[in-house]
């Protein structure tokens, strides 16, 4: 079974302050990984994506750090603020072009 | 339009009913996949269709649910004889298969069965 694990399910957060969110994943073929947003009521969205042949792609204050041999990737938040409030989504792309997710954590950050 | 479309929106059914669930993909898109996520809860992996290949059912949770895509377009979920249980957001996504590969979701499907 491919999985994609992600950690933690829940985090909280002060205003300003660094959001870290992490994943794992089993499968070495994987070869895209995305994060995807979602705020209530809406349908998750994607926010940044990494290949693996890099190991950091910055957007504004959102980053994707990848560390190919330990097969982990995790999103930061830098200067997080009450509207980042979301749960965020990790995904990792297959061979078949299939996006396998993780469970989401659920961020609140705090004014 | 140019995004994903759910209809319904919202659906309130009777236990025991069965319901069906629409999916508009985005044209030329051919991968199209569902997903139930429950309150507060992450996203529950359903079915994945892509071309013409058989579809990746492993996430069905029962025989009561079913899905189809017709003419490698629109899909229909179905759930039979719903329980409570049931009650979720049922979310439909749809991708290319080449480049980056980035799914675009519709708004969901909530499902309450009373």
């Known amino acids: 079974q491919q999985q994609v694990k992600q950690s933690p399910q829940s985090l909280i957060v002060q205003k300003g302050g660094i959001s870290i969110i992490n994943c794992a994943y089993e499968n070495t073929a994987f070869d895209y990984f995305p994060w995807y947003q979602q705020f209530p009521g809406k349908g998750p969205a994607l926010l940044i994506a990494?290949?693996?042949?890099?190991s950091e792609k910055k957007e504004g204050r959102f980053t994707i750090s990848f560390n190919k041999s330990a097969k982990q990737f995790s999103l930061h938040i830098m200067d997080s603020q009450p509207g980042d409030s979301a749960t965020y989504f990790c995904a990792s792309r297959g061979s078949n072009y299939k996006l396998t997710f993780g469970k989401g954590t659920l961020l609140t950050v705090n004014p | 339009g140019a995004g994903v479309s759910q209809s319904p929106s919202n659906k309130v059914t009777e236990k025991g009913k069965d319901v069906e669930l629409r999916c508009d993909p985005i044209s030329g898109h051919t991968a199209l996949y569902w997903y139930r996520q429950s309150l507060g809860q992450g996203l529950e992996f359903l079915i994945y269709f892509q071309g013409n290949s058989a579809p990746d059912k492993s996430g069905l949770p029962s025989d009561r649910f079913s899905a189809e895509r017709t003419g490698g377009s629109v899909s229909t979920l179905t759930i039979q004889r719903t329980q409570q249980e049931d009650s979720a957001v049922y979310l439909c996504?749809?991708?290319?298969?080449?480049?980056?590969?980035?799914?675009?979701f519709g708004q969901g499907t909530r499902l309450t069965v009373v």
């Open positions: 990494i290949r693996p042949d890099v």
């Open positions: 996504a749809s991708s290319t298969n080449m480049g980056d590969t980035e799914a675009f």
